[in-house]
């Protein structure tokens, strides 16, 4: 599973953000502190993973741990989704607004 999730965060990360395709990035590059990322991409990279990885994710957990590089996106994806099948819930917060209407 983590060759498929990074491989499809780091597919993201590559067309969305046009510097990472200018300068050399591996999965541990970080990225905020390299500049290939800035704060408000970090927010389409949220939607990104709530979107292709079914998972919500809360203010709380935007954290360097989690976010830092494409590794740690990943398994923050894995934990988020083991959580999800451990407990039956999941789903981005646009697909629980859907599921109440």
Known sequence: MLNITSSDIRQFIIQKFPATRKRPMNDDTLLLESGLIDSLGILDVVAFL????????????????????????????????????????????????????
């Open 50 to 101: 709530e979107r292709s990885f079914n998972i919500a994710i809360t203010d709380e957990e935007l954290t360097p741990d989690n976010f830092a590089n494409i590794n740690c996106m990943a398994s923050f994806v894995r934990s988020k989704q083991s959580q999800n099948q451990a407990s039956g819930n999941g789903g981005s917060s646009a697909q629980r607004l859907d599921d109440l209407r």
